[in-house]
């Protein structure tokens, strides 16, 4: 068995991926000699090998040491396999690199050709003494760049600008290609080569390629195997199961996750210290509060908000603070009812289950928040059950997860049931209603799920980032708040609406 290959093995042979960093980025190629490498659980890299791996299946890589050429067909001609929908530079100049490593082997080469199986083209790439000088000069271009020394270190440690850390990190925990997929009825879940198939119950399949899928939400019951478990845990999707009621029953999380030790020890020891976490605990009451009144669209609210802010500078325990928002959130949702039908109205806040049908629908809210906020916090270097707010009222839960939602509830939970109202958008047929008891049916699950999706989907201008961001996005940027947190010391201000 071969030694596994060490830097300085790096400096000395030039492979496919050395030109195609050469072509990037220069500092790219210096860090990937040095031993670094950024791509390793790239969701782009993932998506290239399946579409190698699923497109020729006839075909074998020929490995030459330093680089592995897809195949080589009669004639001595090379073929290169790209995921990519658009030809770039540096997938000839990879082709021509091949050529060279093959004829310094002693074999006449003739040429080669790129695949794009996205788009069913190819391109191909010459072969002459013109390709040779080039190959050999992008070769030497290389080797410089790998043998130039390491640049001083800074004479002293600079803070991270204020809005770096959200740009360097939100497309990491975005995907582009990534999306929720929201399952409505009983489905059984099972592998296809490298795709879902979900299969309905007028056995009618749908197939999700993996790569497009970030996470999945479930409403009702699902049926799923261990191959499937296994696809989705090696490629970081999670699973959230939803009850007949609507809370989060739980959720499947893949065994590998982004949590930081260094992360999670600053994040231990910030919750253990009494202070500051009941200064965030503090914030985050606030902050619902207000969010509250901004979602109800009243001035009703002022008197009771005034006595919240009066009163949780003198609370000292989360606890305590716990107990204040409980009272805002008794005079918010009668007011809430004011807005709302009399078969919608709460009367009074019930769960586990839910009593009635205002009830129901904003235990699947506030769930499918939850289920949102649980996801973005798993793509950040932080424990999601190492809270400030629930740390001591819960302990069975992901308790920072239940932190970052409670802002988000009133923008999606209170929010759309009075939208809902005043649109008619719901009817008595969407809920199911027992003894002291009501659930959504299969009809109202899918109206949820929609308003939920449609929802998440809004954009608005965001004043810090200078672009429009979702508001899922906003979910995302308020667990990284959390990072500053921890690894800047950048105090945390909760989400408020500002628009």
Known sequence: MSPAPTPADDEKNIGGVHIKYLYHCARQLWLYGKGYRPEHRSDLVSFGEIVDETSFTRRRDIDLGEA????VTTGAVVHETKSSRTPNPDHAAQVRHYCLLLERRGITVQGGTVHYPLIRRTTPVDWNAEARAQAETDEHRARSVLAAPPRPAPPAPQPMPRLLLPRLLLGRMMPAAGRTYWLTEPCRIRREDNSVRIERPDGSPVRIPITDIRD?????????????????????????????????????APAESMASASAVRRQVELTGEPEQRLAVARSLVSA????????????HLNPALATLEATLPHCTTSDEAMGQEGNFRRTAWATLDTHLPPWLRLNGRTRRPPTN?????ISYLNALVYARVLTALRATPLHPAIGFLHADTDRRRNTLALDLAEPFKPLFAERLLKRAAAQKTLT???FETDVASASLSTQGRKKVSALMREELATTIYHRALKRKVTYEELIHLEALKIVRLCLEGTPYKPFRPWW
């Open 357 to 361: 049908a205002g009830n129901a629908f």
């Open 68 to 71: 592995k050429v897809d195949w």
């Open 288 to 299: 619902t509060a207000h969010n509250i009144r901004w979602a109800l669209e009243t001035t």
């Open 428 to 430: 008595k047929n969407d």
């Open 216 to 252: 999945l939400v479930t409403f009702d019951h699902i049926d799923i195997n261990t191959s499937a478990i296994a696809l989705l845990s090696r490629h970081g999707v999670t699973v959230h199961v939803l009850d007949h009621y609507g809370n989060h029953a739980g959720h499947f």
